[in-house]
């Protein structure tokens, strides 16, 4: 019940925060957001109480979301400090890059996998990182000085997304599906981001609101994770 209502609680706040950013964009939209972000983390919390036994899985995606927060806090910090906003960018990428070192210290501490299977994954994640190059400039794109981040970023994401669906497969454990699902938005919500920091959709309100959705819709997902331990 309490995993179900700070999920609630966080589809409202992010309802709210979505209609007062397309009015404006200020700090009182900011405050609003914070508290989604606690909405996922207390959504963590209450999944490790469930599942009280895989707590260490649990604390490390909750230090995954915890670095997630942070990398978000920065980019949001690039839009009101145009100054230092490239520095911002670049620590943003390193918080969530840092995160996803947690998902998959989290994935291999539930699965022992044989080198084969953490292989693969990684090859997945090469394989996105070209594919995310290669249609850098039919995309109207330019990474410029940020390309070495977008591609270590990318390689991340795209091998955590990979690990848990091949776990889901080989296993059938939900938390793997609700990992893969999560990590899946995140793909899309940073697809999109890429357009609005290096294309030119960086004033579309439709843009924005399908990346916030998309992002929390990540968080939330693999935030629930931990409770689905043990679940086939």
Request: aromatic share 18%; glycine share 8%.
């Amino acid at each position: 019940m309490a995993m179900l209502l700070s999920c609630i609680a966080g589809a409202i706040l992010l309802l709210v925060y979505i209609i007062m950013c397309h009015k404006e964009r200020n700090v009182k939209g900011l405050f609003v957001k914070s508290f989604v972000s606690v909405c996922y983390l207390l959504t963590c919390a209450f999944a490790i109480l469930a599942n009280p036994e895989q707590y260490y899985f649990g604390i490390l995606v909750m230090v995954g979301g915890i670095l997630g927060l942070m990398g978000d806090i920065y980019l949001d910090q690039k839009w009101m400090y145009e100054k230092d906003s490239d520095e911002y960018l670049k620590i943003g990428f390193i918080c969530f890059a840092l995160g996803h070192v947690f998902y998959i210290w989290a994935l291999f501490k539930m699965v022992d996998l044989e080198p084969f299977h953490r292989i693969m994954p990684l090859l997945i994640g090469l394989a996105f990182v070209i594919f995310t190059v290669l249609t850098e400039k039919p995309t109207k794109q330019h990474y410029g000085k940020f390309k070495p981040y977008v591609c270590g970023y990318g390689l991340m994401l795209g091998y955590t997304t990979a690990l848990s669906i091949r776990i889901f497969r080989l296993t059938g454990y939900k938390f793997a599906l609700f990992f893969g699902l999560g990590c899946a938005f995140f793909a899309i919500s940073d697809i999109i981001l890429s357009h609005m920091y290096f294309g030119n959709k960086a004033k579309s309100s439709g843009f924005f609101t399908a990346n916030i959705i998309a992002y929390y819709a990540a968080q939330f997902l693999i935030a629930l994770s931990p409770a689905f331990i043990g679940v086939e």
